[in-house]
């Protein structure tokens, strides 16, 4: 999710990335090449802005319109469905209901397709099912809700992503070096190697990890650290990447190149640690792959049971089948465990703290 990126694993010439983009794109993703690069997260205002946002607010509009249709134009009828009358408001519903659905009704009909039923699967078929029994409402209400819940999971994930670029973005994109003959020249902090010396002046970043060999400073670490009062710098300390020149003139000679500095360092791990699925997290994942068909086939004995050996109302019996579906749907669960994760581990490094996961 941090660098929102897909390794897929194949026997060279087997695969190409046109099959992959299409294979994401009918489960609802947009996927492009990867060039190599590091990718840097995307402005926050784009959580906002982007699709899942715009599904959000198109879904809300419509469900606020089509509610709002229902109360003061009820007998303005559209079309017939399923064999009933379907009023103007209970048409926008059923289109808010579509709107808001968009997300995950190719991934839940691809789940029924492949028998792997998951949460997608019993969303849609709530919907789908709500719809045509008449409940446009509650059909309308069920995919508005979930689609401001991948909003906001969308805004959780965004922001932890902003905390990793956060830390990058401390270190600086130059540094002044200091050649043989002892003339000054800006080069790209990518360019220092162990070994060269560069210039840090008052307020300037230490560009890489690296050891004082001139001049005597106070340096705040407090970004990468922790440290909440300037640390003293005298010929023979090591200053990190990042870390701030609070005073003094000095010169440093780097021992090890940006690609290995402190703040890549944490940046690498903290990026492999979220690629990497805790304990709790695989168990989210066993326990919804076999509770979900279990749910499933209670619903479908709620319908069935009641209808066949008692004669009972199908229509009031399939709404029960289908309020079982959403009251059971373990969305949350599934859902809430992997953001949780991934916000406390980016929170954690963004305030000088590194978690390492290990299993024993």
Not at 195 to 222: I, L
Request: with cysteine.
């Amino acid at each position: 999710p941090m660098s929102r990126t897909l390794t897929v694993a194949c026997e060279p010439g087997r695969v190409d990335a046109s099959e992959v983009e299409r294979a994401l794109a009918e489960i609802g993703y947009e996927a492009h090449p990867h060039d190599g690069g590091r990718i840097r997260a995307a402005p926050g205002a784009d959580t906002w802005t982007g699709r899942v946002a715009r599904i959000a607010y198109g879904s809300m509009a419509l469900f606020a319109i089509g509610l709002g249709l229902r109360f003061w134009a009820p007998e303005s009828w559209a079309f017939t469905l399923f064999g009933r009358g379907i009023g103007a408001g209970d048409a926008v519903l059923i289109a808010s209901a579509l709107v808001g659905g968009w997300n995950f009704f190719p991934r839940g009909l691809r789940a029924a397709r492949d028998l792997a039923l998951d949460m997608n699967f019993l969303m849609t078929i709530a919907i789908l099912g709500a719809v045509a029994v008449g409940e446009t409402v509650e059909g309308a209400a069920i995919a508005f809700l979930f689609a401001i819940s991948e909003l906001l999971e969308t805004f959780a994930v965004d922001r932890a992503r902003g905390s990793v670029a956060a830390l990058l973005d401390l270190a600086p994109q130059r540094a002044v070096r200091l050649r043989e003959d002892g003339r000054e020249e800006v080069v790209a902090v990518d360019d220092l190697r162990p070994g060269d010396r560069f210039v840090v002046r008052p307020g300037d970043r230490v560009a890489v990890d690296a050891v004082v060999v001139e001049g005597h400073s106070a340096v705040d670490e407090s970004a990468v650290t922790g440290e909440s009062l300037p640390v003293e710098k005298g010929v023979g300390a090591s200053v990190l990447s990042g870390t701030i020149n609070r005073q003094g003139w000095i010169v440093a000679e780097a021992r090890y190149s940006a690609e290995n500095s402190t703040l890549a360092r944490i940046v690498r791990l903290v990026e492999e640690a979220e690629s990497r699925k805790t304990r709790t997290e695989h168990f989210v994942e066993r326990f919804a792959r076999v509770y979900t068909p279990v749910v499933t086939a209670a619903a479908v004995l709620v319908v069935v049971v009641p209808v066949v050996l008692f004669g009972a109302p199908f229509t009031e019996w399939f709404v029960r089948g289908l309020t079982l579906l959403v009251i059971a749907c373990p969305c949350a669960l599934v859902i809430s465990t992997p953001v949780a994760v991934v916000s406390g581990l980016t929170a954690a490094a963004r305030n000088g703290v590194l978690l390492s996961l290990i299993h024993i």
